[in-house]
């Protein structure tokens, strides 16, 4: 039986990923073939994150991403507030800290979000605060930060706060407006919704963004999670693009003699995965994962089971189960992957990122779940008709 993926990310790659990973690569990353791969890569991701602010494709996982944005940006004793919809909000919350500045942080209740009139609330309350810090979709919980309505609250109320999301999970699987939202910081990877890679954070950096780093008080503490230096090195891959002469650009930075290095294969990656979700058209990517989430909610439910979040704030991309009786996670996990080939999100979590946002996947999905349970003593009613049922409504729209 094959593995079905259903998890929260590292999710399968795509055939035209495992493709490119496959290829040798064109010569090293001074040379012009990979200027051109990177350049075309950062304008297939602003068409993604809908934006016209530098992307910067930074070595690391998501998480190296989220550190690099608040180490440039934040200094000691900087205020951030944090909106914290569950583990990922938290971790926002650490790294504040880790970097030396200080999270105020706004706790969603279980399930919910935050609400935009509590943020402004806390604002007003704590002048002090420089940067308002949220994750779109936390998967820990499976609830969607608004962070449309976040962005115009911001501009119209409190235009000099920076703004900075999280899009790990969501990016490719749910709309992210980076320049219609006013976010200042937009973070993700590819290896969630993109089906790309893992091990390549990309983060796009406004202009107030790079001001604010040029009035800095302190140095920035790092080389390799300093965007500046990133920033640094992509502008001289530009520059020797556009002027056709050879290049070695790892002196590029004026910290050290050598700077952090792109990939070459893993940009190679993300460059087939955005291909891919470009040629289906963001609107029917987006769909189509929404309708995966619905199916996925109405079978669950039909099961017996609960669903955390509540349905005006459910992410398109995790659900997070709730169960009626106490149930121990890792026999669970363990009974479906190693007897029925079913990888699940940890914490009671079905994933619909990327290629497992389709009909057969989340109906195979939920068989393999029941049988399952089942295994365990806890048998439950299918709730495969019920999301066949989502499907079939939405093919009739």
């Known amino acids: 039986m094959t593995?079905?993926?259903?998890?929260?990310?590292?999710?399968?790659?795509?055939?035209?990923?495992?493709?490119?990973?496959?290829?040798?690569?064109?010569?090293?990353?001074?040379?012009?073939?990979?200027?051109?791969?990177?350049l075309d890569t950062i304008d297939l991701l602003r068409q993604v994150m809908r934006t016209r602010n530098d992307v910067l494709l930074v070595a690391g996982s998501g998480t190296y991403g989220l550190e690099a944005a608040l180490t440039t940006l934040?200094?000691?004793?900087?205020?951030?507030?944090?909106?914290?919809?569950?583990?990922?909000?938290?971790?926002?919350?650490?790294?504040?800290?880790?970097?030396?500045?200080?999270?105020?942080?706004?706790?969603?209740?279980?399930?919910?979000?935050?609400?935009?009139?509590?943020?402004?609330?806390?604002?007003?309350?704590?002048?002090d605060v420089s940067l308002v810090a949220t994750v779109h979709c936390d998967t820990n919980t499976?609830?969607?930060?608004?962070?449309?309505?976040?962005?115009?609250?911001?501009?119209?109320?409190?235009?000099?706060?920076?703004?900075?999301?999280?899009?790990?999970?969501s990016l490719g699987g749910a709309p992210v407006e980076v320049d219609k939202w006013s976010i200042d910081v937009c973070c993700s990877t590819a290896q969630k919704c993109l089906n790309g890679p893992q091990g390549l954070a990309t983060v796009s950096v406004s202009e107030r963004c790079w001001d604010r780093v040029t009035r800095r008080k302190n140095p920035i503490p790092t080389?390799?999670?300093?965007?500046?230096?990133?920033?640094?090195?992509?502008?001289?891959?530009?520059?020797?693009?556009?002027?056709?002469?050879?290049?070695?650009?790892?002196?590029?930075?004026?910290?050290?003699?050598?700077?952090?290095s792109p990939s070459y294969a893993l940009v190679s990656g993300v460059h087939a995965a955005l291909g891919v979700v470009l040629d289906e058209g963001l609107d029917s990517v987006f769909q189509r994962h929404s309708i995966a989430s619905q199916a996925v909610r109405a079978g669950v439910r039909a099961m017996g089971l609960g669903v955390l979040a509540r349905e005006e704030v459910a992410a398109p991309v995790c659900t997070r189960l709730i169960f009626p009786q106490e149930i121990d996670w890792t026999a669970l996990a363990s009974k479906a992957f190693y007897k029925y080939s079913l990888a699940l999100a940890s914490g009671f979590r079905i994933g619909t990122m990327g290629q497992s946002a389709q009909r057969t996947s989340v109906l195979e999905a939920l068989r393999r779940l029941e049988w399952a349970l089942s295994d365990l003593g806890r048998p439950v009613t299918s709730g495969v008709d019920a999301a066949r049922e989502v499907f079939d409504q939405a093919l009739t729209r």
């Open 3 to 38: 593995v079905l993926n259903m998890s929260c990310g590292q999710t399968a790659h795509h055939p035209a990923v495992l493709d490119a990973l496959g290829r040798q690569l064109d010569g090293p990353i001074y040379y012009p073939p990979y200027w051109k791969l990177e």
């Open 74 to 127: 934040v200094e000691p004793q900087d205020k951030v507030l944090v909106v914290n919809c569950g583990k990922y909000g938290q971790l926002l919350a650490d790294v504040v800290d880790i970097v030396g500045g200080e999270a105020v942080v706004l706790e969603a209740t279980n399930g919910e979000a935050v609400g935009v009139e509590r943020i402004g609330e806390a604002l007003s309350s704590d002048p």
């Open 142 to 169: 499976g609830v969607m930060t608004p962070i449309d309505r976040v962005g115009q609250m911001l501009v119209e109320e409190f235009p000099d706060k920076l703004f900075l999301v999280d899009a790990i999970s």
């Open 223 to 260: 080389l390799c999670l300093d965007l500046s230096v990133w920033q640094a090195y992509h502008e001289g891959v530009r520059q020797a693009h556009g002027s056709g002469e050879w290049g070695d650009f790892s002196d590029a930075n004026t910290k050290a003699v050598h700077g952090p």
